[in-house]
């Protein structure tokens, strides 16, 4: 009787952490949306070259910089077009949809 009653807590184990692992991506993708902005002078965004409009990019440090390169463009970007600032999900915090960072990403054209 206890091989039994035992097959059928490793399988509703197996079951739940099965359940538990399919779940979890999804709500992470749901998490909320960031309430604080990105700012020039917080140390990581500092790092990481971080402009609140991309004509403001020093050129000599960046020269692959363009200034058609922006947040807005940026496959890390998932703000609305027309909104002030947009959910950058690099930085976990809004942006403004003429920022800059040097992790720019240009959106994938659609197939």
């Not at 009787?1 to 079951?15: D, N, P, S, W």
């Not at 058609?68 to 970007?77: A, G, I, M, V, W």
Request: one cysteine or more; charged letters at 30%; hydrophobic letters at 30%.
């Amino acid at each position: 009787m206890q091989t039994r009653e035992r097959r059928t807590f490793l399988l509703q184990v197996i079951a739940g952490t099965t359940a538990l692992t399919t779940q979890v991506p999804a709500l992470a993708a749901d998490g909320p949306r960031p309430t604080v902005a990105v700012k020039e002078s917080d140390a990581y965004p500092k790092s990481m070259g971080f402009r609140l409009k991309t004509e403001d990019v020093d050129k000599a440090k960046y020269p692959r910089h363009d200034v058609k390169q922006r947040c807005s463009e940026c496959q890390l970007y998932s703000g609305e077009k027309g909104e002030e600032q947009g959910p950058c999900s690099f930085f976990k915090r809004l942006v403004p949809p003429d920022g800059w960072c040097r992790n720019f990403k240009p959106r994938k054209a659609a197939a």
